[in-house]
């Protein structure tokens, strides 16, 4: 049927178009996943006594691997414009950092930095200390430019399109009111939070890092 449906009479002769209408079981249909997208292939059949060529249909996915969900983790940007220095141990920081995470995806300006990480290095960045960046919020600029407290706010959130929240902050007395709430927070933070005093956080980090270190040479006590 399919030979009859490609061929039309001419006279006593007849003509067969070359590309003939292809059975079900000639037709290759691979189970892929909905969101893979598709191309069209073809290749050619030959059959044994016969001079008119097929061409079977197949269907073949591009790039047909899902891409696995990326982790938790983030990948800094290659041009960031600022980097913050925060604690990760600090529960209602994370929340401010969070948000400013979030904000960054569409703008990719800000490298985030955990203090409270094991790899954490001060060599690189600008020989800011874990205990120094305890004491209060940092930031260094992408020319090495370190800022701190209520200025390091307020280049971060310009970074992310809210410079508004503390553009006032630039003026006084307003400036110098933002300044002494926030180093209240800063003093009092862990108390806050309920975790001990920064000289027992030092202490503690110094010994979980030294059992980890008995058996390495390369390896520092946090500083």
Not at 3 to 25: D, E, F, K, T
Request: glycine share 8%; with cysteine.
């Amino acid at each position: 049927m399919a030979l009859r449906a490609g061929c039309s009479s001419i006279g006593r002769r007849q003509r067969c178009s070359s590309l003939l209408s292809v059975p079900r079981y000639l037709q290759l249909q691979p189970h892929l996943p909905h969101s893979a997208p598709q191309r069209l292939t073809s290749f050619p059949i030959h059959q044994p006594g016969s001079r008119f060529g097929m061409r079977a249909i197949s269907e073949a996915a591009v790039n047909p691997v899902t891409p696995k969900k990326g982790d938790e983790r983030e990948s800094a940007p290659e041009n960031w414009k600022i980097k913050m220095l925060y604690d990760g141990d600090c529960p209602l920081c994370m929340r401010e950092v969070n948000m400013l995470r979030e904000r960054n995806k569409s703008y990719g300006t800000i490298k985030f930095v955990d203090i409270s990480s094991e790899d954490y290095s001060p060599g690189d960045n600008m020989g800011l200390d874990y205990k120094t960046v305890m004491g209060n919020i940092h930031a260094i600029l992408s020319d090495g430019t370190v800022v701190t407290d209520v200025e390091a706010f307020r280049k971060l959130y310009e970074q992310v399109g809210l410079g508004w929240v503390y553009a006032i902050t630039k003026y006084e007395p307003i400036g110098t009111i933002a300044g002494a709430v926030y180093g209240v927070w800063a003093k009092y933070r862990l108390q806050i939070t309920g975790r001990p005093p920064l000289e027992e956080v030092l202490e503690l980090r110094k010994k979980n890092k030294g059992e980890v270190c008995n058996d390495r040479t390369d390896c520092k006590l946090p500083e």
